[in-house]
């Protein structure tokens, strides 16, 4: 399994664009043995998966946040990033990064970062 | 839209058995969904539990199980202890790289 640790603002004005990365130790970025995902928890509330980004290019995101989020590896750093933008208090939560391994049937979120609370707030 | 959703509470003796669901507003669930189960103890990012609908994540005790019922997924909890207090979470494979959760179980064991 890979480790992965999120990093970024924790504090983000309304309109302006949230960037975070997340670090992969123990595997490639640009290995096609992984999805990499970022998923969502605002405070007291549930789940939501934003979205994935593969080696290739290939990417899908949650149809309800598709129009403002961007997604890209970084390979020299071993990286992968995500920037949503014009944030609002409602995109406040904590954001985890988390890899699916893309072998047949395992269509799961395996590891998963310890998450970075990021506040959408003037 | 796509909702999945999940009982937002239950409640379990110490050793008893609990079981959550995860079903889809729009139809059933099968196995072509790979639904997966999480687990989250607060402050704690969630720990895979389940995958494939029945296959435990390494280091996931046996007391933990996913099937099929009916026509839902569905996490059991055999001999619940007192450390499986938490909130549980589903997600499911809706194909073409696209996850969707449930809305969380909140277990209450006492």
């Known amino acids: 399994q890979v480790q992965l640790q999120e990093s970024g603002p924790g504090l983000v004005k309304p309109s302006e664009t949230l960037s975070l990365t997340c670090t992969v130790s123990?595997?490639?970025?640009?290995?096609?043995?992984?999805?990499w995902n970022w998923i969502r928890q605002p405070p007291g509330k549930g789940l939501e998966w934003i979205g994935y980004f593969y080696y290739s290019g290939s990417t899908n995101s949650n149809p309800s946040l598709k129009s403002r989020v961007a997604m890209s590896l970084d390979t020299s750093k071993n990286q992968f990033s995500l920037r949503l933008s014009s944030v609002s208090a409602a995109d406040t939560a904590v954001y985890y990064c988390?890899?699916?391994?893309?072998?047949?049937?395992?269509?799961?979120?395996?590891?998963w970062g310890q998450g970075i609370l990021v506040t959408v707030s003037s | 839209q796509t909702v999945v959703t999940q009982e937002p509470s239950f409640s379990v003796s110490p050793g008893g058995t609990v079981t959550v669901t995860c079903g889809l507003n729009s139809g059933s669930v099968s196995t072509s969904y790979y639904p997966s189960w999480y687990q989250q103890t607060p402050g704690q990012a969630p720990r895979p539990l389940i995958y494939?609908?029945?296959t435990r994540s390494s280091g996931v005790p046996d007391r933990f199980s996913g099937s099929i019922l009916g026509n839902k997924a569905a996490l059991t909890i055999t001999g619940a202890q007192a450390e499986d207090e938490c909130d549980y979470y589903c997600v499911l494979y809706m194909g073409s790289g696209l996850w969707v959760f449930g809305g969380g179980t909140k277990l209450t064991v006492l």
């Open positions: 123990g595997g490639s970025v640009s290995s096609v043995t992984y999805y």
């Open positions: 988390a890899s699916v391994v893309t072998a047949a049937g395992r269509y799961y979120f395996d590891s």
């Open positions: 494939s609908t029945n």
